[in-house]
């Protein structure tokens, strides 16, 4: 993508023109307070670099303490967290960003002292081979139903806030991803086996999310953050998430987020694709239908210029110099320039745990 293509205004949908093409990705930085409230340094990192950007994505708001990624992170588990979210969304949207909140649970990937006690649930109980975790307890129909209606709460605490929307944490191995992966989905029932049972989680939460959208009488944005595949026995398959993008796509969601390393990487789980780029082959499967978001190793005019994709994520950079899309755009960065490995000194609390660039 071409940098003025890329800093030039971008219509997302019939309602919504972004400032530029330019995605702030979703960083935990367990910087928020203890009990998940809006914190200032929460509130001060996103008022630097909001004006920068189209979209801000706040990462990874817990819809439940069962589903918290890590203390320190941001919640909207209750409607006491309302008023802290709002003063986050005010900042973002004074920038001229549309402010995204991105909702998670965690599933399998926390543990009992992080959900302060509360059971750490997934769809089937298969202990995950990384992270701080134990063994889950396996969702039952009832907890699956009150897990979707809590991220139908948590998107009406998104609208109350005034954020423009919500991004669906389906990537890093989180509870949406779960559902879709055969090594830690073996349930038997409409939930498990087949890939339309795999789905139907996914396809759920989505259309009840869309129906709160529905209801609210000004635009309100849905995205959807995938990992493109699982590099693991019997994991998730790039075939099996095309099928979900395309799924997506008929829901009717506004963009499709894809959670890469690498910019410009292709599937190593789908080998007739092998040597095509996942975004091209994201962007073919939903066609002209859905934005398709790209990230990794971003932040340069060099990555830019190669990248391919709708919208352009970048989280690192952003960590490093708040300012960085100002010096691209007026200047450009070649290669070798790229600032990304260079650890901020710390203007805010906690250690970042989901760079999503």
């Not at 998940?36 to 990874?60: E, P, T, W």
């Not at 998430?241 to 190593?268: C, E, W």
């Not at 859905?290 to 190793?297: D, F």
Request: one cysteine or more.
């Amino acid at each position: 993508m071409k940098l003025d293509q890329l800093f030039s205004p971008y219509q997302l949908t019939k309602d919504v023109r972004l400032q530029n093409r330019l995605v702030m990705a979703p960083l935990n930085m367990q910087s928020s307070l203890f009990n998940g409230a809006v914190s200032q340094n929460d509130l001060i990192f996103h008022a630097r670099r909001a004006k920068y950007v189209g979209i801000d994505v706040v990462g990874s708001a817990y819809i439940s303490d069962s589903g918290n990624t890590a203390y320190g992170s941001i919640s909207a588990a209750d409607d006491g967290k309302v008023k802290g979210l709002k003063q986050l969304a005010t900042v973002i949207r004074q920038g001229g960003s549309a402010a995204i909140l991105q909702l998670v649970h965690a599933g399998r990937m926390t543990n009992h002292l992080v959900t302060k006690g509360q059971p750490v649930l997934a769809p089937s109980p298969v202990e995950a081979q990384h992270g701080r975790v134990e063994t889950p307890t396996e969702m039952t129909s009832a907890q699956i139903e009150t897990v979707i209606q809590e991220f139908e709460q948590a998107t009406h605490r998104a609208i109350d806030a005034g954020f423009d929307g919500v991004e669906l944490h389906g990537a890093n191995t989180f509870l949406l991803q779960q559902f879709m992966s055969p090594a830690s989905n073996q349930r038997t029932d409409e939930f498990g086996g087949s890939l339309a049972n795999r789905i139907r989680f996914a396809a759920t939460v989505v259309s009840r999310i869309m129906k709160v959208a529905n209801n609210v009488s000004r635009p309100f944005i849905i995205g959807y953050r995938l990992s493109p595949e699982e590099i693991e026995p019997n994991g998730l398959t790039f075939g099996d998430n095309l099928v979900l993008m395309k799924t997506l796509a008929a829901l009717g969601v506004d963009y499709i987020s894809l959670s890469m390393k690498q910019y410009d990487q292709t599937p190593t789980t789908c080998p007739e694709l092998k040597d095509q780029r996942v975004a091209d082959a994201a962007k073919l499967a939903v066609g002209d239908q859905v934005p398709i978001m790209v990230a990794g190793h971003l932040g340069t005019q060099f990555g830019f210029e190669r990248a391919t994709g709708d919208l352009m994520a970048v989280g690192m950079k952003f960590l490093t110099t708040p300012d960085w899309p100002a010096h691209v755009k007026n200047s450009g960065i070649q290669p070798g320039e790229n600032q990304a490995s260079r650890f901020p000194t710390r203007q805010f609390s906690g250690e970042v745990i989901d760079d999503d660039e």
